[in-house]
């Protein structure tokens, strides 16, 4: 056998063997794999992904084929707010959008659904009525 053009039995034959090739070699195709495995995440591997993050009323977004009523649910979640009614039209989304105003966010999630926003004394939101 032979790595990096060396014959690693060779070494064996005359009772010395050199492990630092070996495992450099192996060692560095360990973290190709790893590298390749992580940088292909859930998008190559064909799962959905939802990311959604909200701050100071306004919302990022990275979803993709996720359901529609669970990314509402996580922006009333994040925001506390609690979420009345329903989705009308369920159906799985695929958006990306960064710090969009929470009314933006929610008026490209739901389209033609309409949705109130209900802020409390505090200007603190709290409820998204669909």
């Known amino acids: 056998m032979t790595v990096l053009g060396q014959d690693v039995f060779a070494g064996a034959r005359r009772?010395?063997?050199?492990f630092g090739v070996v495992s450099r070699t192996a060692g560095c195709g360990?973290?190709?794999?790893?590298?390749?495995?992580?940088s292909a995440g859930p998008l190559a591997a064909?799962?959905?992904?939802?990311?959604?993050?909200?701050?100071?009323?306004?919302?990022?977004?990275?979803?993709?084929?996720?359901?529609?009523?669970?990314?509402?649910?996580?922006?009333?979640r994040q925001s506390g707010a609690e979420i009345l009614g329903h989705v009308r039209q369920p159906r799985d989304v695929s958006l990306d959008f960064e710090r969009v105003p929470l009314v933006d966010a929610l008026a490209r999630l739901l389209r033609e659904q309409n949705f109130t926003l209900r802020y409390g004394p505090e200007g603190k939101l709290r409820t998204i009525d669909l």
């Open 15 to 18: 009772g010395v063997v050199n």
């Open 30 to 38: 360990v973290l190709l794999v790893a590298a390749l495995a992580l």
């Open 46 to 76: 064909g799962e959905p992904t939802c990311v959604v993050a909200y701050d100071d009323d306004r919302v990022t977004a990275h979803v993709e084929r996720v359901a529609l009523a669970d990314v509402v649910r996580e922006i009333g």
